[in-house]
């Protein structure tokens, strides 16, 4: 069973703070990778991609990737309280595969 | 533009009826998904379609059957009822999962 793991949380960041949102998966042939924010009681929304190793940056968001230590992480800069979500990280396997597998996801609190 | 559309948003049913949960999609896109997620466990894999006229089973398809009845439309079948199956449902689609996923907004399913 290919897992991807994520720290449960809460984590409570202050506001206009930098949030580090963490992720690992255990399979080394995962080729893409996704993170999605969710509000409570919402569908989940897909806030960054990322394909290669190293750093992708859209706005306040920075996705991190280093396939090596089989590791991604997501950074959300000037934190705000609107940025309160589950945030959940997909990664695609390998080629040929069409299903992402989700972490369980790591609930963000934004303290104004 | 309405992406991803989910019939119905709430759901009761009693144990041991069946319900089919409609999902249906105006992107053109080639595969879709159904997800179920529970607390605790994220998102899990029920079945998904990675194009017209073809479906897998994913990570927890007992109990749930699927059509994929074009390329716009996939439903997911509950034949018996169970209250194991109480969840929020999710159905999904991509243009390739390379790409991500565009969620619909979930089917919130109580069996009792």
């Known amino acids: 069973q290919k897992e991807v793991e994520q720290n449960s949380g809460p984590l409570s960041v202050p506001e206009g703070a930098i949030a580090s949102l963490n992720c690992t998966y255990s399979?080394?042939?995962?080729?893409?990778f996704f993170w999605y924010r969710q509000y409570s009681g919402k569908s989940p929304e897909l806030i960054m991609s990322i394909y290669s190793n190293g750093d992708k940056e859209d706005g306040r968001f920075t996705a991190q990737l280093n396939k090596a230590s089989q590791y991604v992480s997501l950074l959300i800069r000037d934190s705000q309280p609107s940025d309160s979500a589950t945030y959940l990280c997909?990664?695609?396997?390998?080629?040929?595969?069409?299903?992402?597998?989700f972490g369980t996801g790591t609930r963000l609190t934004i303290i104004p | 533009n309405a992406g991803v559309t989910q019939t119905p948003k709430f759901q009761v049913l009693k144990t041991g009826q069946s319900m089919t949960l409609q999902c249906a999609q105006d992107m053109n896109h080639n595969s879709m998904y159904w997800y179920r997620q529970d607390p605790g466990m994220g998102l899990r894999l029920i079945y998904y379609?990675?194009?017209?006229?073809?479906?897998d089973k994913g990570e927890v398809p007992n109990g749930y059957n699927v059509s994929r009845l074009n390329k716009r439309e996939f439903s997911l079948r509950l034949e018996s009822a169970a209250p194991s199956q109480t969840s929020v449902y999710f159905c999904a689609s991509s243009v390739g999962s390379d790409y991500g996923y565009t969620f619909g907004s979930g089917t919130r399913l109580t069996v009792v």
């Open positions: 997909a990664v695609k396997e390998n080629f040929g595969n069409e299903k992402l597998t």
């Open positions: 399979d080394r042939g995962s080729q893409s």
């Open positions: 379609s990675a194009s017209e006229g073809t479906t």
